[in-house]
Structures are given as C-alpha cells and as structure tokens.
T-cell receptor, first 109, second 115 residues
Framework: AQRVTQPEKLLSVFKGAPVELKCNYS??????LFWYVQYSRQRLQLLLR??SRESIKGFTADLNKGETSFHLKKPFAQEEDSAMYYC???????????FGTGTRLTVIP | DTEVTQTPKHLVMGMTNKKSLKCEQH?????MYWYKQKAKKPPELMFV???????INESVPSRFSPECPNSSLLNLHLHALQPEDSALYLC??????????????FGSGTRLTVV
C-alpha cells in the first residue's frame, strides 16, 4: 500500500535562511508526487508536481527514487512562505490522492 | 472560472437534521471528489465521481450520501450525523480520473459542526 511520511510536524526558520521540508513515500510502482500548500484561512493549493519539474515561488522538489523522497526546498525563506505544507502521492492512472500529515512552516522575521 | 465553489462555508446541524453540502466547478473537469479533514490532520478521501458516476467510496458510513447531478455539480447529503463527524469537508476536481497527475483544484471547504 502507498504511504506518505512527513517527519516534521513543525518547522521554524529565519527569514532568508534555506528551508527543506522532508517527504518520504512508500510505493512499489511509479508514483506521481505533489506538494500542496495551505496558507492561513485559504484553500488548499497545488504548489508543484514532480512531473513538471517546475519552480513555483522559488520552491523546488526533486524526486529521488533511490531514497523514495520528494523533499521541498527553497534557498531563501520569506515570511509569506509561512503555511501548512502537504506532500501527496497518487498512482498514475488512479484518482486517489494520498496526503502526508503535513508540516507547518513558520518563517521568523 | 478556475475555482471550485463550496456552499455553505459554515454549517451547524443537530444529529437528527438533514442537510446538504454543495460543490460547483466550471472548469470542465470530469472527476470530482469529497474529502474530510479533521483538525490538524491531512485530508482523507471519502468519494470520487468520474464522469458523473461514483467510482470510489472509501467505506464511508451511509449517513453520508453523495450525488452528482451533472458534470459541474457535486452534493453531499447528510443525515443523522454524529458529533465526531464535525470536520472541514473539502470538494476537489481534476480534469479526469486519469489526469490526477495534473493535480487537483480544491474548494475552500464547508466547516461542519454537529451538535
């Protein structure tokens, strides 16, 4: 069965510092991986997906199949990055999205 | 229109009441979803509709009854709920069930309180 693990419930960094939010997954096949973000009082939004290899708001994430990881990184954190971040997985061709437990990021001014 | 709209935003209902949650999208998406999110927990899938047909029911109690009248609308009918059903109910959509890799668009949710 597929599973998504985000080991850190809370993460605090200073403004301008690098940030890395960890995500590990377990699935024997080829998963599709995403990062979703939920800002305070806003809806859950897609931040980025691994298949597009894009950078959104300065965030990037690389799929490491050897380590089964999909960590989210940003070189210089901004205050507006403070939010709840969810790593999520779906199986290609399926229509179920499995979420990790989330990491609440706080960027300290 | 690139949004998923959910109404009402807040709902308080008694355990004997019948109420409905509504979800609407006009992006031409053919897959729609209901998720339940308890406080400080990730969203959990309840139902999936694909081309207006129920394709996944994640063992949800029968007091929750989904309905997809057309490709733009998704309802969740509630009856005889329990206090532990209090949660944020999220609706989402995607282009179709095979395009979930493009990501889902989520609504802002209905915060349900059962008293």
């Amino acid at each position: 069965a597929q599973r998504v693990t985000q080991p850190e419930k809370l993460l605090s960094v200073f403004k301008g510092a690098p940030v890395e939010l960890k995500c590990n997954y377990s699935y024997s096949g080829s998963p599709e991986l995403f990062w979703y973000v939920q800002y305070s009082r806003q809806r859950l939004q897609l931040l980025l997906r691994h298949i597009s290899r894009e950078s959104i708001k300065g965030f990037t994430a690389d799929l490491n199949k050897g380590e089964t990881s999909f960590h989210l990184k940003k070189p210089f954190a901004q205050e507006e990055d403070s939010a709840m971040y969810y790593c999520a997985l779906t199986i290609s061709g399926a229509n179920n999205l499995f979420f990790g437990t989330g990491t609440r990021l706080t960027v300290i001014p | 229109d690139t949004e998923v709209t959910q109404t009402p935003k807040h709902l308080v209902m008694g355990m004997t009441n019948k109420k409905s949650l509504k979800c609407e999208q006009h992006m031409g998406h053919r897959a729609m979803y209901w998720y339940k999110q308890k406080a400080k927990k990730p969203p959990e899938l309840m139902f999936v509709y694909s081309y207006e047909k129920l394709s996944i029911n994640e063992s949800v109690p029968s007091r929750f009854s989904p309905e997809c009248p057309n490709s733009s609308l998704l309802n969740l009918h509630l009856h005889a709920l329990q206090p532990e059903d209090s949660a944020l109910y999220l609706c989402a959509s995607s282009q179709d069930q095979w395009a979930a890799n493009y990501g889902y668009t989520f609504g802002s949710g209905t915060r349900l309180t059962v008293v």
